[in-house]
Structures are given as structure tokens and as C-alpha cells.
């Protein structure tokens, strides 16, 4: 099973970016759909974002769209979320996910990473 590490997350003021990072060993990296979720305090864990085999599809939730990025180098066994105009509902701790099922739903993800907090300060 994949292992995934995720880097990246910090405090930043709102309007600004992040970019979080998530290293994965222990598997054939480019046979995954990877993904990114979050959990903020007192709420469920939620889908953000996720890359198919290879980068040609990628989905995201509502929230997100036309701010955030999602992109993998499978060269380095990374994926990789680019956040822009983040703000103050963007705070929570980010996973990384991974499946080998080609068109994921997010109820598919079965490989995690750690978490990584993200906190937008207004």
C-alpha cells in the first residue's frame, strides 16, 4: 500500500496562497488517482480536489473551483494542491488520498497521508 506524506501547510492572511505538497512511496505512483481532502474543526472530512492516472482529469469541489489546483509529477511521486485566494473557510487540516480505482468517487480513497493544517487568518 502507498504511504503519503503531506508538506506544505502553514498560516497565511487571507488572499494569499499555499501550496501543499504530498510525497508517496511504497507503490507504482502513476497507477493512482490521487487526491486531496479536509477536515475543519467540528465538521466532516470533505472532498477538495482529485488528479486521474497520468493528470488528464481533475475535479473539485464547488468551493475550490477557479482557486485552487490541483497537479501530480509522477517523475517525483508527488502531488501537488496550489492554493490562491484562500480565505478564512479554507482553515482545516488537508489529507492527501490515494486509490487505484481509475474514476474515483471520494468514497474510494483507501491510502491516507497525516494531515496538514492550513490556517487563513482574516
Known amino acids: 500500500q502507498v504511504q503519503l506524506v503531506e508538506s506544505g501547510g502553514g498560516l497565511v492572511q487571507a488572499g494569499g496562497s499555499l501550496r501543499l505538497s504530498c510525497a508517496a512511496s511504497?507503490?507504482?505512483?502513476?497507477?493512482?488517482?490521487m487526491g486531496w481532502f479536509r477536515q475543519a474543526p467540528g465538521k466532516e472530512r470533505e472532498f477538495v480536489a482529485a488528479?486521474?492516472?497520468?493528470?488528464?482529469?481533475?475535479n473539485y469541489v464547488d468551493s475550490v473551483k477557479g482557486r485552487f489546483t490541483i497537479s501530480r509529477d509522477d517523475a517525483k511521486n508527488t502531488v501537488y494542491l496550489q492554493m490562491n485566494s484562500l480565505k478564512p473557510e479554507d482553515t482545516a487540516v488537508y489529507y492527501c488520498?490515494?486509490?487505484?480505482?481509475?474514476?474515483?468517487?471520494?468514497?474510494?480513497?483507501?491510502?491516507w497521508g497525516q494531515g496538514t493544517q492550513v490556517t487563513v487568518s482574516s
Open positions: 511504497g507503490g507504482t505512483f502513476s497507477s493512482y488517482t
Open positions: 488528479i486521474s492516472w497520468l493528470g488528464h482529469n481533475s
Open positions: 488520498a490515494a486509490t487505484l480505482r481509475p474514476h474515483a468517487r471520494p468514497t474510494d480513497f483507501d491510502s
